[in-house]
């Protein structure tokens, strides 16, 4: 009988590692004598990388199974509610020029395909404008509940924006107060290996020899395991997303209480483009862009043109932090007992906040099939690397999407970005199918895609993708259903426009009161 996995042993404590003890200690029982022990060791050396406060609404099931109260995690974070993305100036680079992303699904989404008679007849409306609520709360800077809703509940889907610092703090007191990890301050400087290549045991500095039966390589950039142990190849996408390096800052709000926007701005450049993310006590500001097309110093006078906007000359005085990038992801996940998540396992640029999604992803996967013992274990490795290897593609088609239906043309970056030798075969194919229909459920049928048909169609249309009219069903019934849903859409936004507080006025509140608990 294979020996039973009894110890699973974390390296690294940035949010995938915290995020992955907590998925498996919340799932497994860990704080009782029969459950899954969880150890979690980090470097006392190595800083978390800090940066990553853009989430997805996966976030809260992901909260929720580990036992956090919503209002503590609100409290403790910094957090501020996200309801989806503003994509500015990605069309054509024109003061006018923006379309959302938001978080909930278009109207009827699963009875009737709205977009053929939005096109037939927008009556002036932008697509999502047309189909969703959304927009038009992000746009008055309003909040996706109240505050009598229950802890998670939404009345409009909703993510958050959060402080990365603090969050991966919290979930790490979380996880040792009230899930029984086991945490270890000590660098990692080796392996002990077993005979066909597992890992026995981690070398560490000051504890000696920390032993387990499954690792879980969550050292960021190092992928000391994954990468630096297994020698794993590392497969390099920058030929096809472009963006190599980000220039990062903390804007303090002037008066404490500015109003918070309620989804990420992203603001497109010559050559990259700007994130600005609003938190209770500050905005957290970075360009991103490519090294092949523009210098550092090009890059750093962009951000203060962008921030001299809201702050005037105290942009001039700004220093930013900057991070390297290298996109890619392994070519392989799980390797004998050993697993890399977060950073470790790839890294895409943070258009549409993939990587905590990811990480949530991977914490679950691997939390509910977790091997019952190491006969099992090299099937659901198998299972796992196809799986990912999906998973991390379908990012890389969704992130490419964005520039490739872009019609901007002032610079080299946007038209290389359409270059057809930089679009992968896969996307190429979809752009071919949605030609002729728009993208359905039927092109992303995995359990648990990461973005389904509906993100496809608010960028497409937002982006006013080009495609050939569809013969329109003349079938009485559907147009009528689809009279309704518009209606109806137009009723509901005008409700909560008038109900729902504003994005600051809702979290002082979940501060001094907080939500009801679950
Ligand atoms: C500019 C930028 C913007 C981003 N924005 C977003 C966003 O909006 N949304 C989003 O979802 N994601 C975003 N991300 C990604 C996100 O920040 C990361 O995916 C997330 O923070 C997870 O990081 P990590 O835990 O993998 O690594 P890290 O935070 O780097 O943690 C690594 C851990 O490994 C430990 N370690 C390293 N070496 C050793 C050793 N030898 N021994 C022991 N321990 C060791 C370190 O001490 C540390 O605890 C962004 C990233 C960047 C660079």
Redesign the pocket.
């Known amino acids: 009988m294979s020996k039973p996995l009894k110890h699973v042993v974390i ?9 992955t003890a907590g998925s498996i200690a919340a799932l497994h029982n860990t704080k009782s004598e029969q459950g899954i022990k969880v150890t979690l ?16 609404p996966t976030m809260r099931t992901t909260l929720r199974k580990m036992g956090v109260s919503e209002t503590d995690f609100m409290r403790q974070c910094d957090v501020s509610f996200k309801q989806g993305a503003k994509f500015s100036k990605w069309v054509t680079g024109e003061d006018n020029d923006f379309y959302y992303h938001p978080l909930v699904l278009p109207q009827g989404y699963f009875d009737l395909d709205l977009y053929k008679y939005w096109q037939q007849d927008s009556r002036g409306q932008s697509f999502s404008n047309a189909v969703s609520f959304q927009e038009q709360l992000c746009e008055h800077g309003l909040a996706p509940k109240l505050i009598t809703s229950p802890e998670y509940a939404a009345v409009a889907n909703y993510a958050y ?1 959060l402080n ?1 610092g603090k969050f ?1 703090e919290f979930l790490k007191q979380h996880c040792i107060d009230n899930l029984g990890v086991n945490y270890i301050s ?4 080796g392996v002990n290996s077993l005979d066909k290549g597992d890992i026995g045991s ?1 070398k ?1 500095r000051k504890n000696g020899a920390l032993s387990g039966d499954l690792f879980v390589d ?5 992928a ?1 395991l994954i990468g630096k142990h297994y020698d794993v190849p590392f497969i390099c996408k920058k030929d096809i997303l472009f963006i190599d390096t ?1 220039l ?1 800052v903390q804007i303090p709000y002037e008066e404490g209480a500015d109003e918070i926007a309620s989804h ?1 701005i992203s603001t497109a450049q010559d050559s990259g483009w700007i ?1 600005d ?1 609003g938190l209770p006590s500050r905005r957290g500001v ?1 360009h ?1 862009y490519s090294s092949r097309h523009t210098d550092q110093a090009s890059a750093e006078k962009a951000l203060r043109a962008y921030l001299h906007q809201s702050i005037g000359d105290k942009s001039e005085q700004l220093s930013f932090r900057k ?1 390297d ?1 290298n996109p890619g992801v392994r070519e392989k996940f799980w390797v004998n007992n050993c697993v890399a ?5 790839g ?1 895409l ?2 258009l549409e ?7 949530e992803l991977a914490a679950t996967t691997i939390s509910e099939q977790l091997p019952a013992n190491r006969e099992a274990m090299d099937i659901v490795a198998k299972q796992y690397n196809q799986r990912f290897s999906y998973n991390w593609d379908r990012i890389i088609d969704f992130l490419k999407l964005h520039y490739i239906a872009s019609k901007r043309e002032d610079s080299a970056f946007w038209r290389d970005n359409r270059d057809v030798a930089s679009i992968p075969q896969s996307l190429q194919d979809l752009m071919t199918l949605w030609q002729h229909r728009p993208p359905i459920e039927y092109d992303f049928s995995h359990k648990r895609e990461v973005f389904s048909a509906a993100s496809y169609q608010y960028v497409l249309y937002g982006m006013d993708f080009n495609f050939t009219n569809p013969a329109l069903n003349r079938n009485e019934n559907e147009q009528k259903l689809a009279q309704r849903l518009f209606n109806e859409n137009e009723k509901t936004t005008e409700k909560y426009l008038n109900a729902l507080p504003s994005n600051r006025e809702l979290i002082d509140k979940v501060v001094a009161f907080g939500f009801s608990k679950v």
């Open positions: 390296v690294g404590g940035g949010s995938a590692g915290w995020i060791i980090e470097s006392p050396d190595v800083n978390i990388i800090g940066v990553g406060e853009g989430t997805w924006h990365a991966a000590d660098h990692v400087v981690l560490t969550c050292t960021g950039f190092a000391l980000a990062a990420t994130w993310i970075g991103v991070i990038i998540v977060g950073m470790a396992a890294f640029e943070p906040a993939s990587a905590l999604v990811m990480i």
